[in-house]
């Protein structure tokens, strides 16, 4: 049963297509990571996923009733616009003060309840954001490189975060990123998207692939060492992740 | 004691308060003040529509602006640079309306009316439009509240949980296009984005929830129309301006004491 499903999407900005055929689908509890460089596409398929974005041609399908949690690139939130975190929260429908207070001691981002979202760090915020995405007991997570403006440890930090949260909850992850060798160990399909799918499997098959070896160049040979390390890191502690981003850490 | 169209003048500009202020916040939050400007623009065509096919000038203005801001947004949803496009719409169509009002025979009108307002002028039947107008454009935004402020805050996030941040602009233009032909009478179509954007403005430094910015926003220009009004009336200044200095006055010590509050949290 898939949770969502596209179907020869296509998505033109004036005459240039930015998404080109791209057959998606993803099942529950399933973690597909998103792959790409800068001007793949990559953003356009999260918001055509989402159904921001209008497909030119073939379609969408998201399972009828789907709870989606969001956690998007960067939130602008207008200087203009004043929003505690509280009331963040209860976008768009009211929570409790039991449920806030559940997710954010969750994702460890207490105590910030009446601060203005705009006076969080980076971290804070998008703390507050994976929260808020956890509210509505969701079965995919959506996750737009979620550690944009973040450093090195609160990258690993927030990963192993997602995992956790993961794991507990059994719901589906769809993550776009560009930090590979952090996301790539922990997923179950990477796709690599170039406007078009470009290939699409298994991480090993994925960092084996000719296809991505090309979009991502001589940068990979490490990253696919430090893949390949953690992979079997995995099999013998069965996912103990914060101490396999250790290592990346350093190798960067 | 108090005239009849000094206390109709009164209770025109706050029933418009009462739209203008949760409105003029989304106009803030959006950065849609251009959007005030160009459909107020338009309004003075929707005026010249409205004497040249004989009918009331509200509907008239209604007809256009809404033509306006269903144009602008289809523009601002297609992610064009809508820039120097609008400024194009805006006042060639501000222009086109000066120019068809010239040419209409007999008519003979005061346009200083139409673009600075003629708020002593109010009729009750106004006062009905105004406030029927507003409770209308109240009412919707409450309905919609919460969906329009998510798809405000991002319309990715919106989508996420199943509002069409599409049609909540649509609801948004619909809003904006009642209240600028309402207010054209009142404030005039070269101040009605001022109405929008002022109090709303002024509102941030004493909110800390996007609600209670709206509310701190209708209490603004509820008080600027008291004092404009009452400025005009002792001191024979024109009205709608009055309104709109009053609430730039009411702005700049929000900002004083934002900026003192700032200083010592």
Redesign the interface.
């Known amino acids: 049963m898939n949770l969502i499903e596209a179907k020869n999407l296509s998505v033109d900005h004036g005459r240039s297509a930015v998404l080109d055929n791209v057959n998606f689908a993803i099942s529950a509890g399933e973690i597909v990571t998103v792959v790409g460089p800068n001007g793949s596409g990559k953003s356009t398929f999260?918001?055509s996923i989402?159904?921001?974005q209008r497909a030119t041609s073939g379609t969408v399908i998201r399972q009828d009733g789907l709870r989606?949690?969001?956690v998007?690139q960067k939130?602008f939130?207008?200087d203009?616009?004043?929003?505690?975190v509280t009331?963040?929260l209860s976008?768009?429908?009211k929570q409790t003060q039991a449920n806030m207070d559940k997710v954010t001691r969750r994702v460890g981002a207490t105590a910030l309840d009446?601060r203005?979202m705009t006076s969080l760090s980076g971290g804070q915020f998008q703390r507050i954001l994976l929260a808020r995405a956890l509210l509505?007991a969701p079965q995919i997570l959506?996750l737009?490189e979620p550690t944009q403006g973040l450093d090195q440890q609160g990258v690993a930090l927030f990963y192993a975060l997602i995992e956790e949260v993961r794991r507990e909850l059994g719901c589906a992850v769809l993550m776009v990123s560009h930090d590979l060798h952090v996301v790539m160990s922990a997923s179950d399909r990477v796709i690599c998207l170039n406007g078009h799918i470009c290939c699409e499997g298994t991480p090993q098959v994925v960092s084996a692939a000719p296809e991505y070896r090309a979009l991502f160049g001589v940068g990979t040979g490490g990253a696919l060492a430090l893949y390949r390390h953690t992979h079997d890191h995995d099999h013998d502690h069965d996912h103990s992740h914060a101490h396999e981003h250790d290592p990346h850490g350093r190798a960067n | 004691m108090l005239d009849d169209f000094i206390l109709r003048a009164i209770l025109a500009g706050v029933g418009l308060s009462i739209a203008t202020g949760p409105l003029g916040a989304f106009v803030?939050?959006?950065?849609m003040a251009y959007f005030g400007d160009a459909t107020a623009h338009a309004a003075i065509l929707g005026v010249a529509l409205a004497l040249g096919f004989s009918i009331s000038i509200t509907l008239g203005t209604l007809i256009v602006v809404l033509g306006m801001g269903l144009l602008v947004a289809a523009l601002a949803g297609r992610g064009i640079a809508i820039d120097t496009t609008l400024g194009v719409l805006a006042h060639s169509s501000l222009a086109i309306g000066l120019v068809a009002i010239s040419f209409i025979e007999g008519v003979r009108i005061d346009l200083t009316a139409f673009l600075f307002g003629d708020i002593l002028a109010v009729t009750t039947s106004d006062l009905a439009y105004i406030w029927g107008g507003s409770v209308l454009v109240v009412l919707l935004l409450r309905w919609r509240w919460?969906?329009l402020?998510?798809a405000?805050?991002?319309?990715?996030?919106?989508?996420?949980?199943g509002?069409?941040?599409g049609r909540e602009r649509l609801y948004l233009t619909l809003a904006l296009a009642v209240v600028v032909a309402l207010s054209l009478k009142v404030v005039g179509a070269l101040l009605i984005a001022s109405m929008l954007i002022i109090p709303a403005?002024a509102a941030?430094g004493f909110?800390?929830?996007?609600e209670?910015?709206a509310g701190v926003a209708i209490l603004i220009g509820m008080l600027s129309t008291l004092i404009g009004v009452g400025t005009s009336f002792h001191l024979d200044t024109p009205a709608g301006p009055s309104i709109v200095v009053a609430a730039a006055i009411g702005f700049v010590i929000s900002l004083i004491i934002a900026r003192r509050r700032r200083r010592i949290g």
């Open positions: 999260i918001r989402l159904g921001v989606i949690g969001y998007p939130l939130i207008d203009t616009l004043p929003m505690t009331r963040f976008l768009p429908r009446h203005q509505g959506i737009d | 803030v939050w959006r950065r919460s969906a402020l998510t405000t805050v991002s319309e990715e996030l919106a989508a996420s949980v509002i069409d941040p403005a941030r909110a800390m929830t996007p209670r910015m």
